[in-house]
């Protein structure tokens, strides 16, 4: 019976059991108090005892903390996942901050953009799902959705839902602030001015758009008791890691910038860009109506500078003068002092041959994922596809990285394959 104790001891039914049957429980009448028995309940008693006390500390709300902060979420199985609160069934798609242009007002596909990454109903276009397509059908854009990895069957692995969440409402956030008239591949984040300058969204600005009624993209103040105006509001690891899975997946690009003032050194808003690529793989605008839109905005642009500049001849003297002489400046500086990084005294991190692989691949990558891209916008346009016929062969012959890595090693193992 000892060893039975010591085997089965972790088994509740086998405790159960011994303890209503018929060898330690009766003599005579009476139930037999043997010290074996006694053990036997004592042990059920500190199992329900401990059961009650992890009950009650995981629904009271404050007991539990989650960091640095009481985790709010009750619940008996609190260990599990990344305890942020998120329902995959009912997310939190409300917006903190109304759109910054009249989206009413835009062409239809410009609009059919901006529904894609995130629809709440305001603007007369309202998804019947729960959040946005890309949201509830992560398999029709994997280029959205996917981070890379790839299933058992070679298919491309969906991120997870609160990761989609955050992405979609940034993503949404960052289409509102787009500057259409900017020139080249990439489309600016920000609004360009009639006097020639542009103003860069920050990412606090972007977190503000992109939160919630409830701020969940923005760390609460450094000191609550100053006035509502002086609030100090950083953007919380949530939305960072949203951004760099944007970065990752090349979709948003950011370069830093600083200025040096009286020998030292000042930031500056980065420069971000989305990439127009990724909105014409949503499948809802083709290129041709992607670069005419592009056109539009930037003759209406050049139309309101040129009426700035009539009006304002001294400033346009000034800055012409600016311009020659930062002109002159450039022309007698070496080439190695040019590239910011060949500054005095900079020394760049040194990278291990795995870490150059990795990034080297990546970049490979990216190239065929444009390549691919080119192809199909060159085929559909040739051919006359509507618009979603690109994101179906996106969703069809993409490759993730994984799966992509694994065939281009064995080409560099055995080049006679390839052929």
Known sequence: ???????????????RHLLDGDLLVREGDEPYRHPLRLAIQAALDAREQKQEQKKANTTRPGKVLHGRQPYLYPGLYIGTGNRCGHRPQRPVNERIANPLVDFDDLPQAIQRIRNV???????????????SPVYDNPRLYPLF?????????????????????????????????????????????????????????????????????????????????????????????????????????????????YEERDGHKYALTAVKSISATSLISLGVVSE??????????????????????????DFVAKRQAEREARATVRSQLRPSNLAGRCRPGYTPLEKTPEQQLAASLWQRYRGYQHLLMASLCREQEQHGHPPYWVRERVRQQLQPFETWKEQQLEQHEHPEAAH
Not at 1 to 15: G, K, N, T
Not at 121 to 131: A, L, M, N, P, R
């Open 1 to 15: 019976m000892p060893y039975l104790m010591q085997r089965y001891c972790h088994d509740e039914q086998v405790l």
């Open 117 to 131: 990454f995130l629809n709440s109903g305001t603007h007369g276009h309202e998804y019947k799902g729960t959040v």
């Open 145 to 257: 959705t996917n981070s890379g990895k790839a299933n058992l069957d070679g298919t491309p692995r969906c991120d997870r839902s609160e990761l989609r969440l955050i992405e979609v409402r940034t993503l949404a956030a960052m289409v509102e602030m787009a500057n259409f008239a900017s020139t080249g591949d990439d489309i600016h984040i920000g609004t360009p001015r009639d006097d020639g300058s542009f103003s860069h969204r920050s990412m606090l600005e972007i977190a503000l758009s992109a939160s919630t009624p409830d701020g969940d993209c923005l760390v609460e103040p450094e000191n609550p008791h100053l006035p509502p105006n002086l609030w100090t509001f950083r953007p919380t690891q949530r939305y960072r890691r949203a951004t760099k899975a944007l970065k990752n997946k090349g979709h948003l690009t950011v370069v830093q910038r």
């Open 288 to 313: 041709r109506q992607l670069r005419e839109f592009r056109d539009n905005r930037r003759r209406e642009l050049a139309k309101r500078r040129n009426v700035w500049r009539a009006t304002r001849p």
